[in-house]
Each structure stands twice: as structure tokens, then as C-alpha cells.
Nanobody, 124 residues
Framework: QVQLVESGGQLVQAGGSLRLSCGAS????????MGWFRQAPGKEREFVAG????????NYADSVKGRFTISRDNAKTTVYLQMNSLKPEDTAVYYC?????????????????WGQGTQVTVSS
């Protein structure tokens, strides 16, 4: 079992920055690839960014490339999502999730563990 807790979401103006954190406990977190997903009202959950077990490989949705950066600190069992140049369309509940594979996948249905989510609201 892995328990995930997100934090850092808040209201921010367009163009601003936020850093989300995902604290993990339970089984060795370094055994999982990690992903960030988001879900806006009335929309399906979508992949935002993923990072491999070692942290050496990352991937991003096209909509956030160049603006968001995912990282992990396995010693602190924490995964981060640095979000810059935020846009109103980034408004959503953001979730972190653990994937038992070495490299993260973009399909949310393949992830094993989820946090409760943190709200990010970007005002125009």
C-alpha cells in the first residue's frame, strides 16, 4: 500500500507560478513511477506529467510542455510539480498517482494509488 497526499494548490493569477507537492508513505515509493493528473469540472481526468522510478526520465502533456516541471526526491519520498506561466485553462483538481511500472504511463486507469487531490484555480 502507498498513501499519497497532495498539497500546494491555491488561487493564483494568470501568469503566476505554483509548486505542488505529493508526499508518499507506505511501500518504498522509489519502486513506483509517479504521475500528475488533473480533472476539471465536467471533463475526464487527464495526464499532466510523469516521472520514472529513478527520476531520470520525464514526460509531459503537450499543453504543459515548457511550463511545468515534474521532479522527485526519493529520499524525502516527495514528488513535485512546478507550474509556471499558469493559464485559466490550467484550473482543475490536481492528483498525484503511483504506477508500478518503471516508466510512467499516461492512462490514468493504469495507476495503482491516488491522492485525494488539491485544487488549483487560475484567475484571468
Amino acid at each position: 500500500q502507498v498513501q499519497l497526499v497532495e498539497s500546494g494548490g491555491q488561487l493564483v493569477q494568470a501568469g503566476g507560478s505554483l509548486r505542488l507537492s505529493c508526499g508518499a508513505s507506505g511501500r518504498t515509493v522509489s519502486s513506483y513511477a509517479m504521475g500528475w493528473f488533473r480533472q476539471a469540472p465536467g471533463k475526464e481526468r487527464e495526464f499532466v506529467a510523469g516521472i520514472s522510478r529513478s527520476g531520470g526520465s520525464t514526460n509531459y502533456a503537450d499543453s504543459v510542455k515548457g511550463r511545468f516541471t515534474i521532479s522527485r526526491d526519493n529520499a524525502k519520498t516527495t514528488v513535485y510539480l512546478q507550474m509556471n506561466s499558469l493559464k485559466p485553462e490550467d484550473t482543475a483538481v490536481y492528483y498525484c498517482a503511483a504506477d508500478s511500472m518503471i516508466f510512467p504511463r499516461s492512462d490514468y486507469r493504469q495507476y495503482d494509488y491516488w491522492g485525494q487531490g488539491t485544487q488549483v484555480t487560475v484567475s484571468s
